[in-house]
């Protein structure tokens, strides 16, 4: 395939829809003192509390330092606290602290307007159709 055109490639629409909804994110979670990813781990915690970094490192799919900062982040805003284990000091287990549950409902809601803008239009098909082609381009690109 001779490129001529980028912007005519599905990668660069992957990128353009991409930057799009991280910044429609970095826009309604800053409202909340969030930066786009702390949410996740924070999602990670609603579900579970008192996991180690290493469990959301693998959960998350992300480098350990990517948690590390991130936590780092959310603990200097008051949303979580990491704490010792109680029989393992060489474990730091991370907790939220009420100020971090008290952003559940916020943080859900803003997901699930994101989640309605991005699929506005698309029939209940046309969005499982595109969930399955966007996990065989995952799948493409993880090869």
């Not at 998350?60 to 704490?83: D, I, M, N, S, W």
């Not at 287990?93 to 803008?117: D, H, S």
Request: net charge negative; with cysteine.
């Amino acid at each position: 395939m001779i490129l001529h055109n980028p912007q005519e490639c599905i990668s660069y629409s992957l990128i353009q829809i991409s930057k799009a909804h991280r910044r429609r994110a970095e826009i309604a979670l800053g409202e909340l003192g969030l930066y786009p990813g702390q949410e996740m781990i924070l999602f990670q915690l609603w579900a579970e509390e008192g996991v180690t970094q290493s469990h959301l490192v693998e959960n998350l799919c992300v480098e350990p330092p990517t948690v590390t900062k991130t936590l780092q982040r959310l603990e200097r805003a008051g949303f979580v606290e990491r704490r010792q284990d109680a029989d393992d000091a060489r474990i730091t287990r991370v907790y939220l602290t009420p100020q971090g549950r008290e952003l559940q409902a916020p943080v859900q809601q803003i997901w699930e307007e994101l989640e309605a803008a991005t699929i506005g239009g698309l029939s209940e098909i046309e969005q499982a159709l595109l969930r399955r082609l966007l996990l065989q381009v995952q799948n493409n690109l993880e090869k």
